[in-house]
């Protein structure tokens, strides 16, 4: 293995460089991002296009954070943040309580309802947005964070991972547990939890960049601008027409979008990594 | 401290019947084995004892009061598995604590309890560790352990040394022996081992296909075979078994016969000597021989192609293969089944 990996010289060289051409490649747009949120418009617009950091940084961001267009951004990071954590923390719930109850309960009809959760994986929020919002709508859950969250929580996907790792887990244990006197919910919390500690974080990341990117569904159930998401903030900040736009503080907006979801992944990879060095059958 | 009584158990899956009736006394203390070949409804008789199994006929009782409809946690039990079945998340300490944890014992209380059992199974030092970090011996002390906390009524092993190596296996099963011994617990355990069930049972119940053969203690389960089967597999190498048919005129001419109506004969091993051709019971033709140092086997083949063991104390046999001896029995250590492999019983 090592051997494949100690290479001469020059072609450690040559990988090195192919490597910083890729990362510089994805990386480009979003310096040229950080810069244009750094000048004013004027420097901006008047080429050649600026390719160092201005000094107009604060006031830019300042701008973005309390005055927006329309939407203060901080309004709609908070707005993105609950919708997101939400839906992460719902999807998980949900699906871990109910492979729960798929995997270590008999009940009538249960491999129906096992594939009747696995068929929605057909049926995606786009799929199914105009009857869901309807219903949505019927509810009164427009320009609600429940009307945001509610009707993206039910998780085929994640109710099958944890169904998955639920099989895994040895009868002996169980059976230890309830030997133990463990009833069904000491058995969830004291063994089932803990031991699912590391999809848990996995799933979380995952879902929440899925939450927090959500657009289609947002645009369709918020119409007051307080409840706006960033992601569609992002959208309506875009010049229709000849309207004219401070292409600075759009950019600072975009690089404020990015953060959580690169917190989050920088956060829970160190647990993510713990995790997975910690905890075997 | 309990005595279990179990009262023509049987377990049905479906219309198919695995376990036909079977019923057993166990003393208070007592250490019975429950032994078989794999399939044979050994695990599944001790799982409804412990509760992880509905019981469909039948009554099981555990110091008295029946339990066929409690709980696992009710019986007053304790498991040891095969796996371990250890929480992989939770130190030794919290693996052997939880049972008592969950029964709501108070922290000091529990502390001690886990610690006196840490100490009577050497693993201390191991207590904060996870169970990953430990051997497979020490892993199943472990097991041990967390049955031991919570002096059970009696205690259950489900082949608790068949993942071990066979070194620590002879080790595991003395210590297991000593610790019944000292805490005085009732105890039932199961293996397919039948060195493991001859050395630690004080009364072995031999099963096969889902009927108890025998019960009784190994010297009485090994002297006095009830079954073809039991003579088998109880017994190694096992029991010679012939033709009682072409055995018949040899065994008149030695005297008065009672074993008319056998269709099998048996003979141990180490009950038969070798004599001159022609003198024995039998002639056969020596197969191979295995040198085990104390004694010698000798394989050999009768001339209607049944095979004979043949346990030699001789450490230094002078016979060849290829060779042909005749055989006698050692008397009165010849078995007698009838048809359906029932020994036949001596009409003196």
Known sequence: ?281 | MAEIALRDIRKSYGPTEVIHGVSADIADGELIVIVGPSGCGKSTLLRMVAGLETVTAGSIAIGGRVVNDLEPRERDIAMVFQNYALYPHMSVFDNMAYGLKIAGISKSDIAAKVNDAARMLELEPYLARKPRQLSGGQRQRVAMGRAIVRSPSAFLFDEPLSNLDAKLRVQMRLEIKALQRKLGVTSLYVTHDQVEAMTLADRMIVMNEGVAEQIGTPLEVYNNPATTFVAGFIGSPPMNFLDAERLRSVLARQGPNRLDRAVTIGIRPEHVERTTVGNGLLDATVAFIEALGAETLLHLKTDAGETVVVRSANPEETVRPGERIGLKAVPDHLFAYDADGRRVASED
């Open chain 1, 1 to 281: 293995m090592s051997g494949m990996v100690e290479k001469k010289g020059w072609r450690r060289v040559a990988l090195h460089a192919g490597i910083i051409t890729g990362i510089a490649i994805v990386c480009f747009p979003i310096y040229v991002a950080f810069v244009a949120s750094t000048v004013t418009q004027g420097d901006l617009v008047r080429p050649p296009m600026p390719l160092l950091p201005g000094p107009h940084l604060i006031e830019n961001y300042t701008r973005a954070i309390f005055q927006g267009y329309g939407t203060p951004v901080w309004r709609m990071l908070w707005n993105s943040l609950v919708m997101a954590l939400g839906i992460t923390v719902g999807k998980i719930a949900i699906s871990i309580v109910s492979a729960y109850a798929i995997v270590y309960f008999r009940f009538p009809f249960r491999m129906f309802f096992f594939w009747m959760i696995f068929l929605t994986l057909m049926l995606p929020v786009e799929v199914r947005i105009v009857p869901t919002y309807a219903v949505a709508a019927d509810l009164s859950l427009l320009n609600s964070y429940t009307g945001l969250i509610l009707p993206l929580i039910a998780s085929a996907t994640a109710t099958f991972l944890f169904r998955q790792l639920f099989l895994t887990i040895p009868d002996e244990l169980v059976e230890a547990a309830r030997i133990d006197g463990a009833g069904p919910i000491r058995f969830f919390r004291d063994i089932l939890l803990p031991m699912s500690r590391t999809n848990i974080a996995a799933l979380f990341v995952i879902l929440f960049i899925y939450g927090w990117n959500q657009y289609l569904w947002p645009l369709l159930i918020t119409t007051d601008a307080d409840m706006n998401t960033i992601v569609m903030g992002i959208k309506h900040m875009l010049p229709t027409g000849d309207q004219t736009v401070e292409w600075p503080v759009i950019m600072a907006t975009a690089l404020l979008a990015m953060l959580p979801p690169v917190a989050v992944v920088l956060f829970m990879q160190r647990l993510f990594v713990k995790g997975l060095v910690e905890s075997e059958k």
